[in-house]
């Protein structure tokens, strides 16, 4: 079974700063995606950044980036200038490869911006 | 984009009623949803896979007979809280695949209480 892990309950930046969430997991699969999603307060489930496990490449995506370390099943986000709006939740998931599969979170981090 | 709408958005109902959750894929066909539930202050957590044309798939754990899916259409899956009780108060979500391999998108969540 696939674990997702984040270490850091709770982190706090000062606006236009930047952070780095962490997200650990571990599987035995080969092929896989990995995910962070963003949850805001009002609940909604927003997809933040994608990484496709044979792909190299860092994914990026605006003021997202991640550093994928494949060897150290290591997948983390870092947001640069943050912005207030960035206040949220920030869930780490992993999906296998295939057909239908399932997402599974880490416990989140809750990210605070400060003005 | 991906449009993933769930209704009703907020519920309250008195201990042993019936509820029922409807998660609908606006302009999409979705073989698979899935639905989590979501304590407050902790991450998602799977509750089963619902395929279209078959029997839902149910993570350990989970009562089958206490949530109760339905997937008739591509674009329509149901939750019923069966035999409600307050420990089912929580926040429901569903999401649903675009196609293989890709994000979930998810709805915006249900808020159950019951009282």
């Known amino acids: 079974a696939q674990t997702v892990t984040q270490s850091q309950p709770e982190m706090s930046v000062q606006e236009a700063e930047t952070v780095t969430l962490s997200c650990t997991y571990d599987?035995?699969?080969?092929?896989?995606?990995l995910f962070w999603y963003k949850q805001p307060p009002s609940r909604q489930m927003i997809l933040v950044i994608r990484?496709?496990?044979?792909?190299?490449q860092n994914a990026t995506e605006n003021r997202f980036s991640v550093n994928f370390q494949k060897a150290a099943k290591s997948f983390s986000l870092k947001i640069s200038d943050s912005q207030l709006g960035d206040t949220a939740m920030y869930f780490c998931a992993f999906m296998k490869q295939g057909g239908s599969e399932k997402l599974v979170f880490g416990k989140g981090t809750k990210l605070t911006v400060n003005p | 984009g991906a449009v993933v709408s769930q209704h009703p958005s907020w519920v309250i109902c008195k201990s042993g009623t019936s509820v029922k959750i409807e998660c609908r894929s606006l302009?999409?066909?979705?073989?698979?949803m899935f639905w989590y539930r979501q304590f407050p202050k902790q991450s998602l957590m799977l509750m089963a896979t619902s395929n279209e044309g078959s029997k839902a798939t149910y993570e350990q754990g989970v009562e089958k007979d206490k949530f109760l899916i339905n997937h008739a259409s591509l674009t329509l899956s149901t939750l019923t809280v069966t035999s409600a009780h307050p420990e089912d108060s929580s926040f429901y979500i569903c999401?649903?695949?675009?196609?293989?391999?890709?994000?979930?998108?998810f709805g915006n969540g249900t808020r159950l209480t019951v009282t």
């Open positions: 990484q496709e496990a044979y792909k190299q």
């Open positions: 999401s649903a695949e675009t196609g293989r391999n890709s994000p979930l998108h």
């Open positions: 302009d999409f066909q979705a073989t698979t």
């Open positions: 599987t035995s699969e080969n092929n896989y995606y």
